[in-house]
């Protein structure tokens, strides 16, 4: 079978699963079911992404310059398998999680001149707006943790139909973007097109962002942009950019001590100023524009690594939230430091992030898989389809209304995630060893 053919028919495989799953009807009654059939697209996803990154044709083939791929790509397979992907899951209703319903009551105070900061969503003086929406959304105790970029987009959304099938669809031109800057920074590089694939056919960014519609498509999106214009030398743009990621969800944040280091300085100047303008409409809160991301990051937690550890070795919640909020800053810092490039420097950042966060829901990997065309990883990819896994207790919760959690959940997650990458190290170095041997030999050979 050639590559192309391969690569179809892989594609509809994980095309069959993830259309399959709109079926099941309420996810966190079926989520056995759910993480079957995600391992079955998962699976796919995991053979076409090797698939993509092997060198196509002979090795003189592939020596081409920088800005041309290996060889004409399928691109319009890779594309159309992820419209359809898509598509299958936007009339689905978003039963995994209730973040989406957050959104669009955050948007529909935003819409009609509301500050959302300044109350939380059950608070008595938002009265005219408690209808079922106010049912369906979670902590309506707390005032948003969104930035002001995410919420000014929860507006526009709200603005067009506050509903969750219309967020859905918004996502699709964002993405759109998101996938041409891919584009643009693979050719720069002289890799294959293809490569889009270990984005747009993750199944995990697939079902978080157009089955329960996470806006962490949109932190992926405006990252890439940022970085794929600090590329082309377009500083003002990629300072906007930067900052919109920022605005969205603040882990972009991280990439600030790289920008110094590489007198980014125009970038972040421009990010600054368009960051300020951003929380202009919504100044009045004053000190509440923080309330709400206070109390996620003081409470907050499910299916971290190392703060669970930390805790049950006796450290208290908020010791071991300072041990790992100063651990991943000198992280970022070493990482900052050693990175050759912004692509590779967001590459370690986010895995950093997420081993020191107390808080890893699945949906927060889709800023990392956003990266994976560029810098594939063996770890990271098998840890993608592995946080699925954390779904598992929602059945008993809904049974119950107490999460309990095996603790083997988290063994395999993260266990797996060190031992695939452990693995792909070593068969690495091996080969390097091989390779260097193989050269020494040629080289010393009698002619």
Same mark, same amino acid.
């Given at each position: +079978?050639?590559?192309?053919?391969?690569?179809? @028919?892989?594609?509809?495989?994980?095309?069959?699963?993830?259309?399959?799953?709109?079926?099941?009807?309420?996810?966190?009654?079926?989520?056995?079911?759910?993480?079957?059939?995600?391992?079955?697209?998962?699976?796919?996803?995991?053979?076409?992404?090797?698939?993509?990154?092997?060198?196509?044709?002979?090795?003189?083939?592939?020596?081409?310059?920088?800005?041309?791929?290996?060889?004409?790509?399928?691109?319009?397979?890779?594309?159309?398998?992820?419209?359809?992907?898509?598509?299958?899951?936007?009339?689905?209703?978003?039963?995994?999680?209730?973040?989406?319903?957050?959104?669009?009551?955050?948007?529909?105070?935003?819409?009609?001149?509301?500050?959302?900061?300044?109350?939380?969503?059950?608070?008595?003086?938002?009265?005219?707006?408690?209808?079922?929406?106010?049912?369906?959304?979670?902590?309506?105790?707390?005032?948003?943790?969104?930035?002001?970029?995410?919420?000014?987009?929860?507006?526009?959304?709200?603005?067009?139909?506050?509903?969750?099938?219309?967020?859905?669809?918004? +996502?699709?031109?964002?993405?759109?973007?998101?996938?041409?800057?891919?584009?643009?920074?693979?050719?720069?590089?002289?890799?294959?097109?293809?490569?889009?694939?270990?984005?747009?056919?993750?199944?995990?960014?697939?079902?978080?962002?157009?089955?329960?519609?996470?806006?962490?498509? +949109?932190?992926?999106?405006? @990252?890439?942009?940022?970085?794929? +214009?600090?590329?082309?030398?377009?500083?003002?743009?990629?300072?906007?950019?930067?900052?919109?990621?920022?605005?969205?969800?603040?882990?972009?944040?991280?990439?600030?001590?790289?920008?110094?280091?590489?007198?980014?300085?125009?970038?972040?100047?421009?990010?600054?100023?368009?960051?300020?303008?951003?929380?202009?409409?919504?100044?009045?809160?004053?000190?509440?524009?923080?309330?709400?991301?206070?109390?996620?990051?003081?409470?907050?937690?499910?299916?971290?690594?190392?703060?669970?550890?930390?805790?049950?070795?006796?450290?208290?919640?908020?010791?071991?939230?300072?041990?790992?909020?100063?651990?991943?800053?000198?992280?970022?810092?070493?990482?900052?430091?050693?990175?050759?490039?912004?692509?590779?420097?967001?590459?370690?950042?986010?895995?950093?992030?997420?081993?020191?966060?107390?808080?890893?829901?699945?949906?927060?990997?889709?800023?990392?898989?956003?990266?994976?065309? @560029?810098?594939?990883?063996?770890?990271?990819?098998?840890?993608?389809?592995?946080?699925?896994?954390?779904?598992?207790?929602?059945?008993?919760?809904?049974?119950?209304?107490?999460?309990?959690?095996?603790?083997?959940?988290?063994?395999?997650?993260?266990?797996?995630?060190?031992?695939?990458?452990?693995?792909?190290?070593?068969?690495?170095?091996?080969?390097?060893?091989?390779?260097?041997?193989?050269?020494?030999?040629?080289?010393?050979?009698?002619?």
């Amino acid at each position: +079978m050639s590559r192309h053919g391969l690569l179809l @028919l892989l594609g509809l495989l994980l095309l069959a699963a993830i259309a399959a799953i709109p079926a099941l009807g309420d996810l966190r009654v079926r989520t056995g079911a759910l993480l079957a059939l995600w391992a079955v697209a998962h699976g796919a996803y995991l053979v076409a992404a090797r698939v993509a990154t092997l060198p196509a044709g002979p090795p003189s083939a592939t020596a081409l310059p920088a800005g041309a791929s290996p060889r004409p790509a399928p691109l319009w397979i890779v594309v159309g398998v992820a419209i359809l992907a898509r598509l299958v899951l936007i009339p689905a209703g978003p039963t995994l999680s209730e973040d989406l319903y957050r959104y669009l009551w955050d948007g529909r105070l935003v819409a009609q001149g509301v500050n959302p900061y300044l109350h939380a969503p059950d608070d008595p003086s938002l009265a005219p707006f408690h209808d079922q929406l106010l049912d369906r959304i979670n902590h309506r105790d707390v005032p948003t943790i969104y930035p002001p970029a995410a919420e000014l987009f929860f507006g526009a959304v709200a603005r067009i139909g506050p509903s969750p099938r219309v967020f859905k669809l918004a +996502m699709l031109p964002l993405e759109a973007a998101l996938w041409i800057a891919l584009l643009f920074l693979l050719r720069r590089r002289g890799l294959a097109d293809e490569r889009l694939l270990l984005f747009a056919w993750n199944p995990l960014v697939v079902i978080e962002s157009y089955g329960s519609g996470h806006v962490d498509l +949109m932190v992926a999106t405006f @990252l890439v942009l940022a970085l794929a +214009m600090s590329e082309a030398r377009r500083a003002a743009s990629a300072g906007v950019a930067f900052a919109v990621a920022i605005l969205t969800k603040y882990t972009p944040l991280l990439l600030v001590p790289y920008l110094v280091r590489k007198r980014a300085l125009a970038l972040l100047g421009v990010a600054v100023a368009v960051s300020a303008l951003f929380y202009l409409p919504f100044g009045d809160a004053g000190a509440s524009l923080w309330k709400g991301l206070g109390t996620y990051a003081a409470h907050w937690e499910f299916n971290g690594s190392l703060y669970p550890l930390l805790r049950a070795a006796g450290a208290t919640v908020k010791s071991s939230r300072l041990l790992l909020a100063a651990a991943l800053a000198v992280a970022a810092l070493w990482i900052s430091l050693r990175a050759r490039s912004a692509t590779g420097a967001a590459l370690g950042l986010y895995p950093a992030y997420l081993l020191a966060s107390p808080t890893v829901y699945p949906w927060y990997l889709v800023p990392l898989a956003a990266l994976l065309p @560029l810098h594939p990883n063996a770890g990271l990819l098998a840890f993608s389809g592995l946080a699925a896994l954390s779904y598992l207790p929602l059945p008993a919760y809904l049974a119950t209304g107490a999460w309990t959690e095996p603790a083997w959940i988290r063994w395999v997650e993260y266990g797996g995630l060190a031992v695939v990458a452990a693995a792909a190290a070593w068969i690495g170095r091996r080969r390097e060893a091989q390779a260097r041997r193989a050269a020494w030999a040629s080289e010393t050979k009698p002619t």
